[in-house]
């Protein structure tokens, strides 16, 4: 096939452009022609929250990326729906996230498609947004009823989908991330990140929003924090640090901070040097957090909250617990438990067979086909 995604890639930081990317990667060693066009802007700065929306490190030779897509210019729009439309490409690939996209692609996909030989799918991590706005529903009419086929990622999210389109959609859990290289030894990471190794730590990662729960696991460090237990918190602050400065003062040092975005390369001793990952979300569709757990062999607790649970089975390899602090408390406690955290990781072994980019690209080709 001759394919163009279109989404976040190099030099554009973080899991969507490298999903974009590993996904590319699948398709070319299949023997498909695949370019990636990727943002010349994404959001302007003044709707950003991070310090900075791309990296410094040189572009991936094996692929072909090209910056064209001005998420805020409209004749930009025009102009690469009909450079696409021109090229005729059997598929274009999106990632869809965020209704701000849907202008953008909305646009693009819809002169894309008349040429009569592209179709546009769609892999999508979200409908309704996690921060809701008055524009999200018009937003997201506007592109999803551009697209042809759709892969998503929980039920949650089909849910959804199915009030805005009939088109044919199919379910591919998150695949794991591999590009984040794998496990050194515990004593290699702790000497990395300066800890100290006869501590034991738990993690929470990722960018820091709302949403995501961080002052409920700082109440519940409140009840089971002890001696030799300590919890790294290691990610951009994506709100106000200022309301989670009393809860951290209290903590003291038994939480270590690290507000920053974490670099692909710095990951593996994060993940290498904890006992477990804890994501206390408050509402989620998937995380691909626990996609890098997974890689990495690392037991998790997630709350019940969205697709975590198809994710994360419970007591096989971490536990769901409720959204709430006593929930996330006596999930910590019942780590250290017996033998709860050996026997999590040996069953992680056979559970992250499920989630490869193999089968979710042939998802992405059999939607294709339905279409």
Request: charged letters at 25%.
């Amino acid at each position: 096939m001759k394919i163009v995604i279109l989404g976040p890639a190099h030099p554009y930081r973080g899991g969507l452009a490298s999903i974009m990317e590993t996904m590319a990667r699948e398709y070319i060693s299949r023997g498909d022609e695949v370019a990636i066009y990727t943002f010349s802007l994404q959001y302007p700065s003044i709707l950003f929250p991070g310090k900075s929306q791309t990296v410094t490190t040189p572009p991936p030779t094996d692929l072909h990326i090209e910056r064209i897509v001005n998420t805020c210019n409209p004749i930009n729009w025009i102009r690469v729906g009909n450079r696409i439309r021109r090229e005729a490409p059997d598929m274009v690939l999106m990632k869809y996230w965020t209704p701000f996209m849907a202008p953008c692609f909305g646009t693009i996909a819809r002169i894309a498609r008349r040429n009569g030989v592209t179709k546009v799918v769609c892999q999508i991590d979200n409908v309704e947004p996690h921060e809701h706005h008055i524009i999200d529903r018009p937003f997201n009419s506007y592109y999803l009823g551009a697209v042809d086929g759709f892969v998503y990622m929980s039920e949650q999210v089909h849910s959804e989908l199915t009030e805005y389109t009939a088109a044919p959609a199919l379910f591919s859990p998150h695949p794991m991330f591999s590009n984040f290289g794998s496990r050194v030894e515990r004593s290699e990471a702790c000497r990395h990140l300066g800890l100290d190794e006869n501590c034991n730590y738990l993690l929470f990662f990722g960018l820091i929003r709302e949403y995501k729960g961080l002052d409920t696991l700082l109440q519940a460090w409140e009840k089971v924090r002890r001696d030799g237990l300590k919890l790294i918190v290691a990610g951009e602050f994506y709100e106000s640090k200022e309301k989670y400065e009393p809860q951290l003062n209290r903590l003291g040092h038994s939480v270590i901070l690290h507000d920053r975005f974490i670099a692909d390369e710095e990951v593996k001793y994060y993940f290498s040097a904890v006992d477990a990952l804890v994501l206390p979300y408050k509402t989620a569709t998937q995380s691909g957090v626990t996609q890098i757990a997974y890689n990495f062999f690392l037991p998790m607790i997630v709350t019940e909250v969205g697709g975590l649970p198809e994710i994360v089975p419970d007591d096989k390899v971490g536990y769901v617990c409720p959204p709430t602090v006593d929930g996330v408390a006596d999930a910590i406690e019942s780590l250290y438990k017996d033998d709860n955290l050996q026997r999590f990781r040996t069953n992680i072994i056979s559970e992250r067979k499920r989630f490869s980019w193999s089968a979710m690209c042939d998802k992405i080709t059999e939607v294709l086909h339905m279409s």
